[in-house]
T-cell receptor
Framework: DAGVIQSPRHEVTEMGQEVTLRCKPISGHNSLFWYRQTMMRGLELLIYFNNNVPIDDSGMPEDRFSAKMPNASFSTLKIQPSEPRDSAVYFC???????????????FGSGTQLSVL | KNEVEQSPQNLTAQEGEFITINCSYSVGISALHWLQQHPGGGIVSLFMLSSGKKKHGRLIATINIQEKHSSLHITASHPRDSAVYICAVRSRSQGNLIFGKGTKLSVKP
């Protein structure tokens, strides 16, 4: 398996533009997480899905952020409109079957480095 | 106060030294993860603990549920161990992961 695949690896955009980040989880995993990492705040959970259903989106900073998981193999995180303070590395992670039990394992994508100018 | 606290924030060691990184948390948890983030940014899951101790190569992770504390030990440290080590707990009530700020480890040859 290729692991968790995120795209793009880098995104540079201007303030006000829409940004869409994409994630393909590992096949067979039933949990998917979106995280954001900044120097100031470290890693923060934005939203997580279980069996394609959003379970907790309390970490989504504002209405400008939205996430979807239309099927088990694809998720998007959208920011509209983007602002400079959204600049961060955005990670997607998937959890193996058994997530939430003692067998859980987490696998991270390589992240998307977002810069909003 | 952060729900997950790590110490130290930064750690510099000489090659071969025994290293300990600590994680304390204040919420009820169902699991605790230790993650490693390399300078290139990639994150790797090292351990998931719900009790006791786990060992993988030179890495040992322990957890004391009563004291709400976990430690990550590295024996015979090597420069390639240089990375940020992040503790993350799964909240029992909410089910999400809460992260510590990480410990930046530099191992000098």
């Amino acid at each position: 398996d290729a692991g968790v695949i995120q795209s793009p690896r880098h995104e540079v955009t201007e303030m006000g533009q829409e940004v869409t980040l994409r994630c393909k989880p590992i096949s067979g995993h039933n949990s998917l997480f979106w995280y954001r990492q900044t120097m100031m705040r470290g890693l923060e959970l934005l939203i997580y899905f279980n069996n394609n259903v959003p379970i907790d989106d309390s970490g989504m900073p504002e209405d400008r952020f939205s996430a979807k998981m239309p099927n088990a193999s694809f998720s998007t995180l959208k920011i509209q409109p983007s602002e400079p303070r959204d600049s961060a590395v955005y990670f997607c992670a998937s959890g193996s079957r058994g997530f939430g039990t003692t067998n859980e394992k987490l696998f991270f994508g390589s992240g998307t480095q977002l810069s909003v100018l | 106060k952060n729900e997950v606290e790590q110490s130290p924030q930064n750690l510099t060691a000489q090659e071969g030294e025994f290293i300990t990184i600590n994680c304390s948390y204040s919420v009820g948890i169902s699991a605790l993860h230790w993650l490693q983030q390399h300078p290139g940014g990639g994150i790797v899951s090292l351990f998931m603990l719900s009790s006791g101790k786990k060992k993988h190569g030179r890495l040992i992770a322990t957890i004391n549920i009563q004291e709400k504390h976990s430690s990550l030990h590295i024996t015979a440290s090597h420069p390639r161990d240089s990375a940020v080590y992040i503790c993350a707990v799964r909240s029992r009530s909410q089910g999400n992961l809460i992260f510590g700020k990480g410990t930046k480890l530099s191992v000098k040859p």
